[in-house]
């Protein structure tokens, strides 16, 4: 469990204990004439294992970057390896000090600019690694 802003707990997995979330990004939408507001694009990430042992590399993959680097960034600022994907926008290749940018989309199979996840991790060389968060 991972404690929740107000008190609330929010349930990862039953047989983990989580001591530290983190809310990361996401930006308010406001509607005109509705009363209700919203957050899109916002995260909660329980830290404990980067921020326990910060010797130990982590990996991230994301997909689905769009133009909000915000995640991706509080990620490599914690010393994170970032695979970032995104077939729909434009950025140089490397970003920050651990994060590689590719034009490429998750796929059910390789198609253009789709690739499965398989296929990701393998021209990566991940096959055998543990991928500690998957944005998608």
Same mark, same amino acid.
């Given at each position: 469990?991972?404690?929740?802003?107000? /008190?609330? *707990?929010? +349930?990862?997995?039953?047989?983990?204990?989580?001591r530290v979330?983190?809310?990361?990004?996401?930006?308010? @939408? +406001?509607?005109? /004439?509705?009363? $209700? *507001? *919203?957050?899109?694009?916002?995260?909660? +990430?329980?830290?404990?294992?980067?921020?326990?042992?910060?010797?130990?590399?982590?990996?991230?993959?994301?997909?689905? +970057?769009?133009?909000?680097?915000?995640?991706?960034?509080?990620?490599?600022? $914690?010393?994170?390896?970032?695979?970032?994907h995104d077939?729909?926008?434009? @950025?140089? $290749? #490397?970003?920050?000090?651990?994060?590689?940018?590719?034009?490429? /989309?998750?796929? $059910?199979?390789? /198609? *253009?600019?789709? #690739?499965?996840l398989g296929?990701?991790? #393998?021209?990566?060389?991940?096959?055998?690694?543990?991928?500690?968060?998957?944005?998608?």
């Amino acid at each position: 469990e991972c404690g929740h802003p107000g /008190g609330t *707990q929010l +349930v990862i997995y039953s047989y983990l204990q989580y001591r530290v979330m983190k809310h990361i990004g996401g930006h308010w @939408f +406001v509607h005109p /004439g509705v009363p $209700a *507001q *919203q957050v899109d694009g916002d995260y909660y +990430v329980c830290m404990d294992d980067i921020l326990v042992d910060m010797d130990k590399p982590c990996l991230f993959y994301s997909f689905g +970057v769009a133009n909000d680097w915000t995640f991706e960034d509080i990620m490599d600022s $914690a010393g994170c390896e970032i695979h970032a994907h995104d077939p729909t926008v434009d @950025f140089p $290749a #490397e970003r920050g000090g651990n994060t590689h940018f590719y034009k490429l /989309g998750l796929g $059910a199979k390789t /198609g *253009q600019n789709m #690739e499965t996840l398989g296929n990701i991790f #393998e021209k990566n060389g991940h096959n055998d690694t543990t991928i500690d968060y998957l944005n998608t």
